[in-house]
Structure formats: structure tokens, C-alpha cells
């Protein structure tokens, strides 16, 4: 694919943007994990860099001015181009020794005598940018220093995938914390109630996180856990409307009748594995007010009839 073509992949673009946004909030581990690849491989700089239509220094170690504050490059700026268009590790021991780079920037401009840089990919194959270390000094790359750089690149592909499940749970919660509909998560047979949002309190008035389902809310009947427990098993979805539920609610002191559309759905690792490494995803939304409206109007509808 020409090179063009390759930077402006709208499928890639996203996939860079989506890590840029989370390597905002990992920074401090990206720069520690730079560090570490200057470490090992003993050199005086490193960089995780991110490529979209320029160059993004997410994790950096040893850089100067202008790249140390900005974070940024032009596209142009160094060696991870090469590295990123090849698709494959790139060493590059003196580059005044070498013709094709005797009039790079990188080395003309910047100084950059070594390099050593890996590209990275997302774990959908997509190429989002490299990791690479540099030295102002010749040096030779030895085999061990090269295997060091390509393990230092997985682990920033999975500090960056880490953050980035991170975020969308977190980004889940607020959702869920905002949403007007009761949702509660559990784990495993006995539905331990591992999070539940501000609408489920106030509808049941539970606060028994790590709790099992069945002591959190003694006053649920008995009928919806065997309906839980179904589900659960199965690995299926359980959806239903205008369910009645009766029970002692918070804050009254007798049963009342209630009705909820109603959705269990089994999550986690799938229907296939153990029961255990299972859980519920519980929605209620209380209807109670249009099952009375609905009735009250086919009761009018009948008298007058």
C-alpha cells in the first residue's frame, strides 16, 4: 500500500486516536516504560510514539527541546518513519557511515548517530506507531539488545490496551451511574452483587457490594434468583415487560406490587465456560405508572362499553 495510503487509513486513524486518548491518562507509565528501554538497551533516549498524521511522543526519556515539552513531531522528524513503513524492526549503528542516511535530518540536524526502533500494533493487527531508542554515538545493536527492544513493545501494546479497557469501564460506570434504569452486576452462582448503580440503591436499597445476591436483598422473592440462576447457566438473555414484582420496598412497611421491564443477561468469558467465571448483567426499569394508566383506561373503555 503506498504511503499515503498506509498513514491516512481511516481504520488506522481510529485506532490511533482511540489509543491517544487513553495515553493521556497513562503518560507517567509510558514515559517510565521509555525509560526502561533506555535502560536495557543503554542508551541516552527513548521515545513510545504514536503515529497519526504526525508524530505523538506519548512515553519519552532523555529528549530536548522543542520534542521534551511539545510531545510532538512533524512526520518527517527522525527515524520511525522507515521503521514505521517497513513494518519490521530498524537498526541503524552509524548513520554518518551510511550513504543513504549520510544527509538524514536526523543526523544532520538532530545528531542522531544509532537507532533501534520496533513498530507497534494494536490487537487488531493495526500499525499505530514504534518504539525506538537513540544514541548521538555509533554503536553496535547485539542480539539480545534487539530481542529487549521487541519484548519492551509488546509490553507498551499492553500498557496501552490496559489503560484503554481501563477507560471504557470507566467510561461504562458514568454511563451506568447516570442511567435512570436500576442496573446491577454479579458474579457466579451466588450472584455476588459486584456493583450497583445509584437508581438500583434507591429501588432496593442495597449497599452489599461482594455480597451474595440472596443475603444483599433477603426481601427479593425467591423466584427471581431461580430465574437468575436459569440464565446464569444457560449463558442466555432473559428479557421481560410489565413484570409484577411484590415485596417490602425501602422505606414502606408492607409489600406493594410493582411491575418492571425487566433484562438478565449472562456476561462474561461466554456461554462455554464454567459457571464461575460467569455473571449477570441486571437492568430493571419500573413501569409501574403505565400498567396502572393502561389499566385504568381499559377500565373506562369497559364501562363505557
Excluded at 488506522?12 to 528501554?37: F, H, I, M, N, Y
Excluded at 454511563?175 to 457466579?188: E, H, N, Q, S
Excluded at 451466588?190 to 451474595?212: I, K, Q
Excluded at 468469558?269 to 455473571?279: F, I, K, P, S
Amino acid at each position: 500500500m503506498p504511503a499515503d495510503k498506509v498513514l491516512g487509513d481511516p481504520a488506522r486513524l481510529a485506532a490511533v486516536a482511540a489509543l491517544l486518548q487513553v495515553a493521556k491518562t497513562s503518560q507517567g507509565a509510558l514515559d517510565r516504560l521509555a525509560e526502561l528501554a533506555a535502560i536495557v538497551m543503554d542508551a541516552p533516549i527513548a521515545i513510545v510514539n504514536l503515529v497519526d498524521t504526525q508524530q505523538h511522543l506519548v512515553g519519552q526519556f532523555g529528549l530536548g527541546e522543542p520534542f521534551a515539552t511539545s510531545r510532538q513531531a512533524s512526520i518527517e522528524t527522525g527515524y520511525c518513519l522507515s521503521t514505521f513503513f517497513a513494518g519490521r524492526p530498524l537498526h541503524i549503528e552509524d548513520a554518518a557511515e551510511d550513504p543513504a542516511l549520510a544527509d538524514h535530518p536526523a543526523w544532520g540536524e538532530l545528531g542522531f548517530a544509532a537507532y533501534a526502533g520496533c513498530p507497534l500494533h494494536d490487537a487488531d493487527g493495526q500499525l499505530v506507531g514504534t518504539l525506538c531508542v537513540l544514541d548521538t554515538r555509533p554503536r553496535r545493536w547485539r542480539r539480545v539488545d534487539r530481542q529487549a527492544l521487541e519484548a519492551l513493545a509488546t509490553s507498551v501494546v499492553n500498557e496501552l490496551a490496559l489503560h484503554q479497557d481501563i477507560d471504557r469501564r470507566g467510561r461504562l460506570l458514568a454511563a451506568f451511574a447516570a442511567a435512570p434504569a436500576a442496573i446491577a452486576v454479579t458474579r457466579g452462582p451466588r450472584h455476588l452483587v459486584e456493583y450497583c448503580n445509584p437508581a438500583y440503591r434507591a429501588l432496593f436499597g442495597t449497599e452489599a457490594v461482594e455480597m451474595p445476591g440472596r443475603e444483599a436483598l433477603p426481601a427479593l422473592p425467591a423466584e427471581c434468583f431461580s430465574l437468575m440462576d436459569q440464565v446464569l447457566a444457560g449463558g442466555e438473555v432473559y428479557r421481560t415487560s410489565e413484570a409484577p414484582l411484590t415485596m417490602i420496598w425501602p422505606g414502606e412497611q408492607s409489600p406493594r406490587e410493582r411491575f418492571f421491564d425487566l433484562s438478565y443477561s449472562a456476561i462474561g468469558r461466554g456461554a462455554d465456560d464454567e459457571v464461575d467465571h460467569r455473571g449477570l448483567l441486571v437492568v430493571a426499569v419500573e413501569v409501574t405508572e403505565r400498567v396502572r394508566s393502561e389499566e385504568h383506561t381499559s377500565e373506562l373503555q369497559s364501562h363505557h362499553d
